[in-house]
């Protein structure tokens, strides 16, 4: 199936790699800038909470995080394990490009997390998608929130 067709279903389906096995599904919310997980999350909360953020004061709980990677120290998984054990964590994460960073704070949420897929999904994704995340399989699939 085609990109094509499954637009005409009202699905949009990106293809990528596994950073955490399983499925999630969920409404994605998207930001187009890097997140601080030290100092940039409000770990009891899941809300990002650093200045100047497109998404500050917003929750990532129980969304499909959908954001470009992480930026600032090594404490940053150690804020992303915090929300997973506080229940404030992205029900999934996908990132365009791979960085230690981002890989840690999937690993330690337990989140399905993908990256390198066959089409950008920060210009495919926006947020308020209904988003299923099939990591073991390496698919995303979109329903825009227009088509619901």
Not at 84 to 101: I, Q, S, W, Y
Not at 103 to 118: E, I, Y
């Amino acid at each position: 199936m085609t990109n094509t067709d499954v637009r005409a279903n009202n699905k949009i389906v990106l293809r990528g790699r596994k950073v955490v096995g399983g499925v999630a599904e969920g409404e994605a919310l998207v930001t187009n800038d890097t997140i601080s997980g030290w100092g940039g999350i409000n770990e009891r909360e899941g809300t990002v909470i650093e200045r100047r953020h497109e998404l500050r004061g917003v929750s990532f709980k129980d969304k499909i995080l959908v954001f470009p990677g992480a930026k600032g120290s090594s404490g940053y998984s150690a804020y992303f394990h915090m929300t997973r054990l506080n229940g404030v964590n992205p029900k999934a994460m996908l990132f365009p490009k791979m960085t230690t960073k981002a890989a840690l704070g999937a690993v330690v949420t337990h989140a399905p997390s993908m990256t390198d897929f066959d089409q950008d999904p920060l210009k495919v994704i926006e947020t308020g998608d209904w988003v299923r995340v099939d990591a073991d399989n390496g698919i995303v699939e979109i329903t825009k929130k227009a088509a619901r």
